[in-house]
């Protein structure tokens, strides 16, 4: 039986991850609180529950993305929604290809596991319930995230080609802030596979999926 919260909610943050790299990119700009969340949930390594990793309160972002991207015809899509939903199914589709590499895979679990020791002894209150967005939101963090995204994912696998201004596309804290969401998407399609999802799946739960989503909009 299909567990449509949970599949629902990671959909949510890996919607969420997409909105904020095109708003990165054509504008330079990111929402604190919705980053926040899903940079947080690459710390949380022992999760007993899908909402100890996403708070569905602090997912209305990739929630209202999902209603927009799976809720609409293409050509009721605006521009970005387009973007944003192309963007989700390419890191779907990479996402599946990490897990499929047992070693890049384990390397990359290894290595998340180590950053989540680094940055929760740094900052205490990285994994509070109340988001912590001045300690998760820092140069350093996307810096450390962004890293581990370059020099793990990037040489092993095909580049995804962002799009948007240039002048923000080349500002190393944009790149560095993009790369950790690609991360953090990476992490929601992990946890969204593990809860039962499959692209080939999604038009059948469509319905579901989007009157889950409408609760929390």
């Given at each position: 039986?299909?567990?449509?919260k949970?599949?629902?909610?990671?959909?949510?943050?890996?919607?969420?991850?997409?909105?904020?790299?095109?708003?990165?990119?054509?504008t330079?700009?990111?929402?604190?609180?919705?980053?926040?969340?899903?940079?947080?949930?690459?710390?949380?390594?022992?999760?007993?529950?899908?909402?100890?990793?996403y708070?569905?309160e602090y997912?209305?972002?990739?929630?209202?993305?999902?209603?927009?991207?799976?809720?609409?015809t293409?050509?009721s899509k605006?521009?970005?929604?387009?973007?944003v939903?192309?963007?989700?199914?390419?890191?779907?589709?990479l996402?599946?290809?990490?897990?499929?590499?047992?070693?890049?895979?384990?390397?990359?679990?290894d290595e998340?596991?180590?950053?989540?020791?680094?940055?929760?002894?740094?900052?205490?209150?990285?994994?509070?319930?109340?988001?912590?967005?001045?300690?998760?939101?820092?140069?350093?963090?996307?810096?450390l995230f962004g890293?581990?995204?370059?020099?793990?994912?990037?040489p092993?696998?095909?580049?995804?080609?962002?799009?948007?201004?240039?002048?923000?596309?080349?500002?190393?804290?944009?790149?560095?802030?993009?790369?950790?969401?690609?991360?953090a998407?990476i992490?929601?399609?992990?946890?969204w596979?593990?809860?039962?999802?499959?692209?080939?799946?999604?038009?059948f739960r469509?319905?579901?999926?989007?009157?889950?989503?409408?609760?929390?909009?």
């Amino acid at each position: 039986m299909a567990d449509i919260k949970s599949e629902t909610i990671a959909l949510g943050a890996l919607f969420q991850c997409c909105t904020q790299i095109q708003r990165i990119a054509s504008t330079g700009y990111y929402d604190e609180k919705a980053v926040s969340c899903v940079l947080r949930a690459l710390a949380v390594t022992n999760p007993k529950t899908v909402e100890d990793i996403y708070n569905p309160e602090y997912l209305t972002v990739g929630f209202k993305q999902i209603i927009d991207s799976l809720g609409k015809t293409d050509l009721s899509k605006g521009a970005d929604t387009i973007v944003v939903t192309k963007m989700a199914l390419k890191l779907i589709t990479l996402a599946h290809s990490v897990e499929r590499n047992q070693r890049i895979y384990q390397r990359l679990s290894d290595e998340i596991d180590a950053l989540s020791k680094a940055v929760t002894t740094e900052h205490t209150d990285f994994l509070n319930d109340e988001l912590s967005v001045s300690s998760i939101n820092t140069k350093n963090n996307f810096h450390l995230f962004g890293s581990l995204y370059q020099s793990i994912i990037s040489p092993n696998f095909a580049k995804l080609l962002i799009y948007g201004d240039e002048r923000f596309l080349r500002d190393t804290d944009n790149q560095e802030r993009i790369r950790a969401l690609l991360l953090a998407g990476i992490r929601a399609v992990i946890l969204w596979r593990q809860v039962g999802g499959r692209r080939r799946f999604l038009i059948f739960r469509r319905k579901e999926i989007l009157k889950y989503a409408s609760l929390h909009v």
